[in-house]
């Protein structure tokens, strides 16, 4: 029984299945597209990369797909170490006395290769939080079954597909999914990135605070995770995942 193990790095926006009606069950992970930079509330972002590796195979820059990892008889999602574990941008805002708007429909939903570079949904399988050297939390989802496939399918407007349009995965594979600083300097405010996920970006987006806050001490108490590759494992805590519930 094959084994697939999926890395996410980077600024990896995730939305959870049992929130937004309309993933239809799934989990959704949203890469935005910042592959010319972006300039979030007064800060300009340097470009970042949504890359896929599948196996051996060599990095492909993302430009608009959506993938979606499939299989018939997968146990349901467990991610009791994922939850709390990964910056919540609802909770972030919500300390600050304000609210987070909806998501962005063309953002999250739609598949506008101008605003999101990649769409990564899954059901089933285990989702934990780590971290690499640097303190940048990157969530790894796992996945155990007979018939594990990756479907992919360009945006409107987006593409090459340089994937094949389906993969049947017949022995243990690791896929890794990133969106990281392309010229590796990361700041703080590389996290700033995950607030076009929303209608709106808040004034002044919250950032996680270093430590000793409780959420940065979870944070850092999470394992490392070793034997990244240098493009992957070499980003900051700016860079770290979040999610949307």
Known sequence: MPTVTVYFGGICTFFMSDRHDELDGFCRVVLVNAADGRTVAGHDIPPHEAVVRIGDGQPVTMRGLHMRLLSSNAQSL????????????????????????RPSHPVVFTGD???????????????AAGRNDHGAVITTLVLQSDDVALETVPFVGG???????????????????????????????????????????????????????????????????????????????????????
């Open 78 to 101: 467990l991610r009791t170490a994922f939850t709390g574990s990964c910056p919540d941008l609802t909770h972030l805002v919500f300390e600050q006395g304000a609210e987070l708007s």
């Open 113 to 127: 290769p101008a605003e999101a570079a990649l769409f990564f949904d899954f059901k089933g399988g285990t989702l």
């Open 159 to 245: 593409g090459p597909l340089e994937f094949p349009s389906q993969m049947v995965f017949l022995e243990d594979t690791t896929i890794l999914v990133s969106n990281d600083d392309a010229i590796e300097t990361t700041s703080k405010y590389d996290f700033y990135l995950h607030y076009l996920t929303a209608e709106l970006v808040p004034p002044n987006p919250p950032i996680p605070p270093d430590p000793p806050s409780p959420i940065a001490w979870l944070r850092n108490r999470l394992p490392v995770i070793p034997h990244l590759p240098h493009w992957f494992g070499s980003i900051g805590a700016g860079c770290s995942n979040s999610t949307y519930p």
